[in-house]
């Protein structure tokens, strides 16, 4: 069974500074994706950042970038030049090729502050 | 622009009622999922369905019953509510198969349900 271990339960961060967020996962399945996923107080989820396993190069969306480091099964997620309107929870979540769903970890609360 | 519709953002319901959470999709996916979001825990699975009629138990089953008669309509069913239900419930969907274009899975702004 596959697991995600998000060990950061709060972060935070000033505005305009960078900040990363840990997760590991656990899984037998050489072919996969990764994924971080944002929940603003809003509560509406959006995806933020994809990764395939199979691909070397750390996926980037603008401020966002992942380091995806698949022998020590980590994947961090880096934002830079924090905005205000990133303060969200953000979830880690896998998913194996064979299967449609997402397995994701306990979260991390990221606080911006100005 | 996708959207995945709850029917509810806040219920309260009585200990030993039957409950109905719907959620509607607008984007001809065939994967709906329902998860519940618990502090501490993060987002586990219930139940899963891959086209109509068709469902698979997630991790948290229990208590817990699903219907999906249309392929815009999957609904959580907690045939006799208990307190310990009582959590934020979270509806999504995505298109099948593999491909970055299917892995995206859109939510739904969540019901928070309480039992009391």
């Known amino acids: 069974a596959q697991t995600v271990t998000q060990s950061q339960p709060e972060m935070s961060v000033q505005e305009a500074e960078t900040v990363t967020l840990s997760c590991t996962y656990d899984t037998s399945e050489n072919n996969y994706y990764l994924f971080w996923y944002k929940q603003p107080p809003s509560r509406q989820m959006i995806l933020v950042i994809r990764?395939?396993?199979?691909?070397?190069q750390n996926a980037t969306e603008n401020r966002f970038s992942v380091n995806f480091q698949k022998a020590a099964k980590s994947f961090s997620l880096k934002i830079s030049d924090s905005q205000l309107g990133d303060t969200a929870m953000y979830f880690c979540?896998?998913?194996?090729?064979?299967?449609?769903?997402?397995?994701f970890g306990t979260g991390t609360r990221l606080q911006v502050f100005p | 622009d996708v959207k995945v519709t709850q029917s509810s953002r806040y219920l309260v319901k009585r200990t030993g009622e039957k409950v109905f959470l719907e959620c509607v999709q607008d984007m001809d996916h065939e994967n709906m999922f329902w998860y519940r979001q618990d502090p501490g825990l993060g987002l586990r699975l219930i139940y899963f369905s891959y086209d109509v009629k068709m469902k698979e138990k997630g991790d948290i089953p229990e208590g817990y019953s699903v219907s999906r008669e249309k392929k815009e309509r999957f609904s959580l069913i907690l045939e006799s509510a208990s307190t310990n239900q009582t959590s934020m419930y979270l509806c999504a969907s995505s298109l099948s198969g593999t491909g970055d274009m299917n892995t995206e899975a859109f939510f739904g702004q969540g019901t928070r349900l309480t039992v009391v």
């Open positions: 990764q395939e396993a199979y691909k070397q």
């Open positions: 979540a896998f998913m194996a090729y064979n299967t449609d769903k997402l397995i």
